[in-house]
C-alpha cells in the first residue's frame, strides 16, 4: 500500500460498539471529503480493514469482548498496517489510557464527549504527519 494520499480522499475507518457515535462521526467527516467507513463489531474490525485499507482509523478502546487496545495491536501486526494512523477514543480517563495508547500503537488520543470539529482538526493533523500528501 502506498502512503502517498490525497488528504481530500483519505479513507477514514470509524470502529466503536455505539452506532450513534459511528454514524455522527461518519457523517461529518464525509462530509468534509473524506471516504468513511464504520464498524461496530470490534471481531471484523481487522477484516473490514484489509478490504478498506484505510490511512487512518479512529478506534474506541472500550469495547465488548475485545478492547481497542487489543485491535490496535492486531491491527499492527500485520505488515500493511505498520504505519496506518490510528487514534483511540475513550470516555476512560485519560491519565489511565493514554501511556497504554501509544503503547499498544494508537497515535492519537482522543476523550470523549469531543466536538467533531476539533476532531476535524485532529484528523487533519494526524493524516499530514503519517501520510505523504499529494496534490
Known sequence: M??????????IMVVDDE????????TFLSGHGYQVITENDPHKVVEKAKNFQPNLI???IMMPDVDGY?????????KEFARTA???LTGKDRN????RSFKSGGDMFIKKPFSCERLLEIVNIVLLSTTKVTF
Request: aromatic share 2%; charged share 30%.
Open 58 to 60: 479512529l478506534l474506541d
Open 96 to 99: 489511565e489510557d493514554m501511556g
Open 19 to 26: 452506532p450513534d457515535i459511528t454514524d455522527i462521526v461518519q
Open 86 to 88: 490510528i487514534i483511540f
Open 2 to 11: 502506498s502512503n502517498k494520499i490525497n488528504l481530500d480522499n483519505a479513507r
Open 70 to 78: 487489543d485491535i490496535c495491536a492486531a491491527l499492527k501486526k500485520e
